[in-house]
């Protein structure tokens, strides 16, 4: 009998979407401009099961400008209550509001980018 070793990735790369306040002229929008925005309830779906099913524990949201997200602070929230690691890519032109929620710990890590001022 021949040993498997699967080496599954844990990490997902979620593009929210393809807005920004910006329009920096080196921006590759992670491919697609013209992407549609994904309901919140839809993507927590797909999540749950993509944890359940295959063991996926981190998530790295991107864009676009991933906190003009709509329900981008809701989503954190949620993403956390299901156990999964938050991070993002940002320009961090947020507001206060959401400022003040990814300092209370729902995101855990970013990366800021550099934006044209
Ligand atoms: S701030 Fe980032 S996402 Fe926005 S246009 Fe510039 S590179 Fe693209």
Redesign the pocket.
Known sequence: MIAVNLCLPRSIRIKLNTR?????R????EGDAKTSEIKTDELLKALKLLKKGLGFYRLHFT???PTLYKEFAALLTNTKKLGFINAL?T?G?FTSFLRIKLVSCEYDYNHT????V
Not at 20 to 24: E, K, R, T
Not at 113 to 116: E, K, L, M, P
């Open positions: 920004c306040q910006y329009n920096c080196f921006c590759h929008q864009g676009g400008e890519t320009n032109q980018h550099t934006a044209r």
